[in-house]
């Protein structure tokens, strides 16, 4: 039987820094392993996190939109994983920078990276930052390396809990201020609050029915 096949990102668009360069992977990527993470954002109780499967042949470009589709981040920002280096034994950062290079000269493209050269049994968990203003950090931990199940689609999320923070309401601390004004009506910032949120937000929020993930170069266009 043949590997089923994955699809890979195509060349992005966006102008990034000097260092970064297209990316060399083909549209069409066979793979045969399954990666099994559970991601959970620190700093927040009761733990808002997802458990997800993706192709062994992911990159880390891919994997952060596989991250941000299960949560429901809309990747307006910019993000970074820092992984040990399996051959170094040193940290390394992985993402993205704007065209200024910000995030530091050491950032490697997270496209010119696979996960399967970095996460092993030996080197199962990271730190994954989205948003350097909010400063949402995530601890991302391999679970199982898996063979993959004939007739499944993936990347997929197999389970999770609790909503994802809006965009842009100001890190753990911002968040638990929102979730206090809204839960308040004589909280007053109450109204406000809750017109910025669209009316509705109920934190405790979860169906894993709804996740949908999107296309990695629809996800380079949007970010």
């Not at 959970?40 to 880390?60: D, E, L, M, N, T």
């Not at 999320?157 to 809006?166: D, T, Y």
């Not at 934190?203 to 380079?220: K, N, S, V």
Request: proline fraction near 8%; aromatic fraction near 12%; charge should be neutral.
């Amino acid at each position: 039987m043949m590997p089923m096949q994955a699809q890979a990102s195509p060349t992005p668009t966006k102008k990034l820094s000097a260092q970064a360069d297209s990316r060399p992977f083909p549209h069409v990527v066979p793979f045969k392993e399954v990666y099994q993470f559970t991601i959970a954002i620190k700093g927040i109780a009761p733990s808002i996190w997802r458990r997800i499967q993706v192709p062994g042949c992911y990159s880390f470009w891919d994997l952060h939109c596989a991250i941000t589709d299960a949560f429901g981040w809309l990747d307006y920002h910019l993000h970074q994983f820092t992984i040990r280096d399996p051959g170094s034994g040193k940290k390394e950062a992985i993402g993205t920078s704007n065209d200024a290079g910000v995030v530091g000269d050491d950032l490697v493209p997270g496209w010119k990276k696979k996960i399967a050269n970095h996460f092993s049994t030996r080197n199962p968990t990271c730190d994954y930052t989205y948003d350097f203003g909010d400063n949402w950090q995530h601890s991302v931990s391999l679970e199982h390396i898996l063979p993959k199940e004939d007739g499944a689609i993936y990347p997929r999320c197999i389970a999770g809990a609790r909503a994802c923070p809006p965009e842009d309401v100001g890190s753990a601390a911002g968040y638990q201020r929102f979730l206090k004004a809204i839960a308040d009506p004589q909280n007053k910032e109450h109204a406000e609050q809750l017109a910025w949120i669209g009316g509705w937000f109920d934190p405790a929020w979860f169906d894993l029915r709804l996740i949908q993930f999107g296309g990695a170069a629809l996800r380079w266009d949007i970010a």
